[in-house]
């Protein structure tokens, strides 16, 4: 499990001097690692501005999780056979999502910090909603093509009197272009008798052909059904064949497309998720310190000692009181059981106190076993 805080303390003496000891003593408790993560300058606007955007980007950072989690959830399931090479395939920018994070850096092409902090949102949220409607129309393509392609597999697997025949008989199974003779296909129990129900059938064919009189069929099928045997209708049809071999190609190149996109776009979507944490953490230390703009941000990765490093903090900050401190806590949890099928699960919990206000994420990577 991997969890980051991110918090900001405004940059006064006594602050300074305590985000100082802070480091020093995490280092030397190893209560947590930390390092310092750069926020650009971005336009303040008014207080109503600010006040507008905190509540914007609380929803977008509540929207922006649920799009990650429906595309890690696909990517689960599309890659279940894969399962151990779901890890890899979970980047941001090419590395791994901790890396990404502890070497945050702003995005100035995709999010430009010349444009007021509404402009920024906006941006972010027109392409996590494109991100979420292409999801939602390529998840129900690839899951009519996996429907249809399960079908052709459940008519190929079932019992000789549920599956094609397609597989089964071959041409020349058949009697083929005769005046006076056909073919039936019987399922015949096993240890049961065919070639003595009737005078009519040739001895010695196969358990699945009866070669028999076209104009005695009916005749033929009183003792068939006495003898609860279930007749096959069958046309040597070659274009089942292939319609059954182009499901599968076609399942294969739409699987593999819906990989190679769900990857691209989890990427994004992560990305703009860690900007929106650093949008909030720069509205809230605005909302909360005031101008000018004069805060240092922390990204802290906490040991299992997590209590004892809020106790830390409190302790540091508490000249800060009301707000002791501005602080994003997200937590990246990769844990896994030994069986089962994988699907990416994030989850957010919005807490606000006395002391700070905490935004909770949790991404994490499950392995759910499969009944």
Not at 98 to 117: C, H, I
Not at 142 to 155: D, G, L, M, N, T
Not at 184 to 194: A, D, I, M, Q
């Given at each position: 499990?991997?969890?980051?805080?991110?918090?900001?303390?405004?940059?006064?003496?006594?602050?300074?001097?305590?985000?100082?000891?802070?480091?020093?003593?995490?280092?030397?408790?190893?209560?947590?690692?930390?390092?310092?993560?750069?926020?650009?300058?971005?336009?303040?606007?008014?207080?109503?501005?600010?006040?507008?955007?905190?509540?914007?980007?609380?929803?977008?950072?509540?929207?922006?999780?649920?799009?990650?989690?429906?595309?890690?959830?696909?990517?689960?399931?599309?890659?279940?056979?894969?399962?151990?090479?779901?890890?890899?395939?979970?980047?941001?920018?090419?590395?791994?999502?901790?890396?990404?994070?502890?070497?945050?850096?702003?995005?100035?092409?995709?999010?430009?910090?010349?444009?007021?902090?509404?402009?920024?949102?906006?941006?972010?949220?027109?392409?996590?909603?494109?991100?979420?409607?292409?999801?939602?129309?390529?998840?129900?393509?690839?899951?009519?093509?996996?429907?249809?392609?399960?079908?052709?597999?459940?008519?190929?697997?079932?019992?000789?009197?549920?599956?094609?025949?397609?597989?089964?008989?071959?041409?020349?199974?058949?009697?083929?272009?005769?005046?006076?003779?056909?073919?039936?296909?019987?399922?015949?129990?096993?240890?049961?008798?065919?070639?003595s129900m009737s005078k009519?059938?040739?001895?010695?064919?196969?358990?699945?052909?009866?070669?028999?009189?076209?104009?005695?069929?009916?005749?033929?099928?009183?003792?068939?059904?006495?003898?609860?045997?279930?007749?096959?209708?069958?046309?040597?049809?070659?274009?089942?064949?292939?319609?059954?071999?182009?499901?599968?190609?076609?399942?294969?190149?739409?699987?593999?497309?819906?990989?190679?996109?769900?990857?691209?776009?989890?990427?994004?979507?992560?990305?703009?998720?860690?900007?929106?944490?650093?949008?909030?953490t720069f509205v809230e230390?605005?909302?909360?310190?005031?101008?000018?703009?004069?805060?240092?941000?922390?990204?802290?990765?906490?040991?299992?000692?997590?209590?004892?490093?809020?106790?830390?903090?409190?302790?540091?900050?508490?000249?800060?009181?009301?707000?002791?401190?501005?602080?994003?806590?997200?937590?990246?949890?990769?844990?896994?059981?030994?069986?089962?099928?994988?699907?990416?699960?994030?989850?957010?919990?919005?807490?606000?106190?006395?002391?700070?206000?905490?935004?909770?994420?949790?991404?994490?990577?499950?392995?759910?076993?499969?009944?």
């Amino acid at each position: 499990m991997m969890e980051f805080w991110l918090i900001s303390v405004p940059l006064d003496k006594i602050s300074c001097q305590s985000l100082e000891k802070l480091k020093r003593v995490s280092a030397k408790t190893g209560l947590a690692t930390s390092s310092r993560i750069h926020i650009p300058e971005l336009k303040v606007g008014t207080l109503d501005v600010l006040l507008g955007v905190s509540d914007d980007l609380s929803r977008l950072d509540s929207y922006t999780e649920g799009v990650m989690r429906q595309t890690s959830q696909c990517l689960g399931e599309v890659m279940e056979e894969f399962s151990g090479k779901l890890l890899e395939s979970m980047l941001a920018n090419g590395v791994d999502l901790a890396t990404y994070v502890t070497s945050f850096q702003w995005d100035r092409a995709k999010y430009p910090t010349a444009q007021p902090l509404k402009t920024l949102s906006d941006i972010i949220s027109k392409q996590v909603s494109q991100v979420d409607t292409e999801l939602k129309s390529r998840r129900a393509a690839y899951s009519h093509v996996k429907a249809s392609i399960q079908s052709f597999e459940r008519k190929t697997e079932g019992s000789l009197q549920t599956c094609a025949l397609t597989n089964i008989v071959k041409k020349e199974d058949l009697v083929l272009n005769s005046e006076y003779l056909t073919t039936l296909l019987v399922v015949v129990p096993r240890s049961k008798t065919y070639e003595s129900m009737s005078k009519f059938v040739v001895p010695r064919s196969s358990l699945m052909c009866l070669y028999a009189y076209v104009g005695l069929i009916k005749k033929l099928l009183i003792p068939v059904v006495t003898n609860r045997f279930t007749v096959r209708e069958y046309n040597l049809d070659e274009a089942e064949k292939q319609k059954q071999e182009i499901g599968r190609l076609a399942v294969d190149k739409k699987e593999l497309t819906f990989v190679c996109w769900l990857k691209v776009n989890f990427s994004e979507i992560f990305v703009a998720w860690i900007h929106i944490k650093v949008l909030r953490t720069f509205v809230e230390s605005v909302l909360r310190y005031g101008l000018p703009v004069s805060f240092q941000a922390i990204l802290l990765q906490p040991t299992k000692k997590s209590k004892q490093l809020r106790q830390q903090l409190n302790s540091l900050f508490k000249h800060l009181d009301p707000a002791v401190a501005t602080g994003i806590n997200f937590n990246m949890d990769f844990s896994s059981t030994n069986a089962g099928k994988q699907t990416q699960e994030l989850r957010s919990d919005i807490q606000e106190d006395n002391s700070r206000h905490q935004i909770h994420g949790n991404t994490g990577l499950i392995n759910r076993g499969v009944n």
